[in-house]
C-alpha cells in the first residue's frame, strides 16, 4: 500500500484517533468496546509471546534443568511459528503495510528453527551451548518484538475486530495442535 495511511503505519506512528467523551465506540450484540474486542482478540498471541520469552529465561538460567527446558522451548517455539505463519501470515500476505515483511519473517523463522537444532546437538553446560543460547534469545525476542509493534498493529488496522478475533482464535487453536502433537501427553 502505498500513501500517507501506509507510510504512517510503516514508520510506526500511526495511531488510533482518540475517541470523544461519550462517543460510541460499543459493539452492538455484546456492548462491549471494540477497543476491548480487539485487545481480546489479540490476547493469546500476546500471552504466547510472554510465555516465548519467560521460557528463554528459565533456560538461560537454570543449568542442570537445561535439556528438558529446551525441549519444551523448542517445542513452544515451532508451536508459536507454525501457528503464527498459517493464521498470521496468510492474512499479512493480502494486508500488510510494509513491504518485505513477510520475507523478514520466513527467514527469522527459519534462522530461529535452525539456532535450535544448533542447540540441541551441543553440550547443555558447554560455552558453545551459551553462545547459541544467546544468538536465539536475541533472534526470537527480535521476532517477537517485530510481531508485537508491525505484525499485530498491521492487522488490528487490516481486518475487522470480528475477523480479528477469529484469527486469534484460530491462532491459539493451531498452537495447541502443533504443541500437542509435538509434546504429547
Given at each position: 500500500?502505498?500513501?500517507p495511511?501506509?507510510a ?7 495511531r ?5 467523551a461519550g ?15 480487539t ?6 498471541i500476546?500471552?504466547?509471546n510472554?510465555?516465548l520469552a519467560?521460557a528463554?529465561t ?5 543449568r542442570?534443568?537445561?535439556p ?7 517445542a513452544?517455539?515451532?508451536a508459536?511459528?507454525?501457528?503464527a505463519e498459517?493464521?498470521?501470515d496468510?492474512v499479512l ?11 523478514r519473517?520466513?527467514?527469522?523463522r527459519?534462522h530461529i528453527?535452525?539456532?535450535l ?5 551441543v553440550d547443555p553446560?558447554?560455552?558453545r551451548?551459551a ?14 518484538a517485530?510481531?508485537e509493534?508491525?505484525v499485530?498493529p ?7 475486530p ?8 484460530a491462532?491459539e487453536?493451531?498452537?495447541?495442535a502443533e504443541?500437542?502433537h509435538?509434546r504429547?501427553?
Amino acid at each position: 500500500r502505498t500513501g500517507p495511511r501506509g507510510a504512517a503505519r510503516r514508520s510506526h506512528a500511526w495511531r488510533r484517533p482518540e475517541r470523544a467523551a461519550g462517543e460510541h465506540t460499543g459493539h452492538a450484540r455484546t456492548g462491549r468496546r471494540r477497543a476491548d474486542i480487539t485487545d481480546d482478540a489479540l490476547a493469546p498471541i500476546r500471552a504466547d509471546n510472554g510465555e516465548l520469552a519467560a521460557a528463554l529465561t528459565r533456560l538461560g538460567r537454570d543449568r542442570p534443568a537445561r535439556p528438558e527446558l529446551l525441549d519444551d522451548l523448542a517445542a513452544r517455539v515451532v508451536a508459536h511459528l507454525c501457528a503464527a505463519e498459517s493464521e498470521l501470515d496468510r492474512v499479512l500476505a493480502r494486508e500488510a503495510a510494509e513491504p518485505g515483511i513477510l520475507h523478514r519473517r520466513n527467514a527469522a523463522r527459519r534462522h530461529i528453527e535452525q539456532l535450535l537444532s544448533r542447540l540441541k546437538a551441543v553440550d547443555p553446560a558447554g560455552r558453545r551451548f551459551a553462545e547459541l543460547l544467546r544468538r536465539l534469545t536475541a533472534d526470537l525476542r527480535a521476532h517477537l518484538a517485530e510481531e508485537e509493534e508491525i505484525v499485530l498493529p498491521d492487522l488490528r488496522s487490516a481486518v475487522g475486530p470480528e475477523r480479528l478475533a477469529e484469527l486469534g482464535a484460530a491462532f491459539e487453536r493451531r498452537r495447541r495442535a502443533e504443541f500437542a502433537h509435538l509434546r504429547p501427553g
